[in-house]
C-alpha cells in the first residue's frame, strides 16, 4: 500500500511564498503522473498543476508563471513552489499520485494568504 504525507502548508501575507512537499512510501517501483490539487472554502476542488513522469508540467491558468512543480524521483516526491501568493490562492492543497492504474491522495495541508 502507498501512502502520502504532505508538508509546507502555512500562514502567509500576500507576495509571500511557500513549498508544498509530499512524499510517498510503500511498496514503489515508479510513479506515474503526479498532480496538486486544491479545495477553497465554499468552492470546487481543481486542479491546480501537473507533471507527467517525463517531466512535462500543466498549470492552471489562475496559477500560471507564479507556481511551479517538480518532482524528485529518488525520494518519491513532489513539490509545489508557491511565490506571489494572492489571497484567492487560500485553499486545502492535496497532492495526488498515479501509480499504474491506482490514485493515491495526500491528507491536504492548509494554505492562508491574509493581510
Known amino acids: 500500500h502507498v501512502q502520502l504525507v504532505e508538508s509546507g502548508g502555512g500562514l502567509v501575507h500576500p507576495g509571500g511564498s511557500l513549498r508544498l512537499s509530499c512524499a510517498a512510501s510503500?511498496?514503489?517501483?515508479?510513479?506515474?503522473?503526479m498532480a496538486w490539487y486544491r479545495h477553497p472554502p465554499g468552492k470546487q476542488r481543481d486542479m491546480v498543476a501537473v507533471i507527467s513522469s517525463a517531466g512535462t508540467t500543466n498549470y492552471a491558468d489562475s496559477v500560471k508563471g507564479r507556481f511551479t512543480i517538480s518532482r524528485d524521483n529518488a525520494k518519491n516526491t513532489v513539490y509545489l513552489q508557491m511565490n506571489s501568493l494572492k489571497p484567492e490562492d487560500t485553499a486545502v492543497y492535496y497532492c495526488?499520485?498515479?501509480?499504474?492504474?491506482?490514485?493515491?491522495w495526500g491528507q491536504g495541508t492548509q494554505v492562508t494568504v491574509s493581510s
Open positions: 510503500g511498496s514503489i517501483f515508479s510513479i506515474n503522473d
Open positions: 495526488r499520485l498515479r501509480i499504474l492504474s491506482m490514485y493515491y
